[in-house]
């Protein structure tokens, strides 16, 4: 099993820059894909980012393309998501999730995360000023 712990949300002001980490434990990091996700009041769970086990496929949600970077050091069993330019239209509970994947480079995207069986309990980013 994988433990996940989200850290680094918090109050920003429109146009300021968060990086939420994912540290993992309880497994193997390097042999998980991840995923962020976020949910706010009122509507459902979405899909923010994802990348593969090695780092090198990616996926953004075209509300988030050009504005967060997701990226992983293995070494150190955690995950990012670096947050620029934000918008109070990002204000959510942040989800990193993570799944089993060793037989392949493969990055997992669906909207919902129906894909990820290991979630963590989520951080606040509230933008506002």
């Known amino acids: 099993q994988v433990q996940l712990v989200e850290s680094g949300g918090g109050l920003v002001q429109p146009g300021g820059s968060l990086r939420l980490s994912c540290p993992a434990s309880g497994s193997i990091f390097s042999i998980y894909a991840m995923g962020w996700f976020r949910q706010a009041p009122g509507k459902e769970r979405e899909i923010v980012a994802a990348?593969?086990?090695?780092?090198?496929?990616?996926y953004y949600a075209d509300s988030v393309k050009g504005r967060f970077t997701i990226s992983r050091d293995n070494a150190k069993n955690t995950g990012y998501l670096q947050m620029n330019s934000l918008k109070p239209e990002d204000t959510a509970v942040y989800y990193c999730a993570a799944r089993w994947a060793a037989y392949s480079d493969t990055v997992y995207y669906s909207t919902s995360g129906g894909e990820y069986a290991y979630w963590g309990q989520g951080t606040q980013v509230t933008v506002s000023s």
């Open positions: 990348i593969s086990w090695s780092g090198e496929r990616t």
